[in-house]
């Protein structure tokens, strides 16, 4: 939960918005996503956590969700393993992954895109920020084969 504070807000202070779902969400609330089954990952260095990234799956569709990156290790590679990690972990039913962030973010929407994430819509979010959505199809983990 502190890593996931302290990364979106750059982005409340962009936007002028301090109620930003990924700021207000509460312990329990973060408890209870994780306990829905859907992939959820980390990132560490030694043992401390230094990033994290969850999902929601809705049949062919998997959102990455509150992608944080600790803002002391931000372009040092973590967020980008990441986000690859999460879609090699979408089940096998999804086809789709996608995210959003804000349409004037322009950094995470070129790191979405140098990670293979194509621009398909925008939309007003719950708090009026204007954002676009990015979708990707999955990239499977390779199986392993044992002989």
């Not at 401390?48 to 990156?69: I, P, T």
């Not at 931000?74 to 089940?91: D, N, S």
């Not at 293979?116 to 392993?144: M, N, W, Y």
């Amino acid at each position: 939960m502190t890593i996931q504070r302290a990364a979106y807000l750059q982005e409340a202070r962009r936007y002028g918005a301090w109620d930003l779902p990924p700021l207000v969400e509460t312990l329990d609330e973060i408890r209870e996503h994780l306990e829905d089954g859907t992939p959820a990952l980390g990132a560490f260095d030694g043992q401390r956590l230094v990033g994290s990234v969850r999902s929601r799956v809705d049949g062919e569709r998997m959102e990455v969700a509150r992608l944080s990156v600790a803002p002391d290790v931000q372009g040092a590679g973590a967020g980008r393993k990441l986000l690859q990690a999460i879609g090699e972990h979408a089940p096998e039913a999804v086809k789709v992954v996608w995210l959003f962030t804000g349409a004037e973010s322009d950094g995470n929407i070129a790191f979405y895109e140098s990670a293979g994430f194509v621009r398909v819509s925008e939309h007003l979010d719950a708090v009026g920020i204007r954002c676009v959505t990015l979708e990707q199809r999955p990239k499977r983990c390779p199986e392993v084969v044992v002989r």
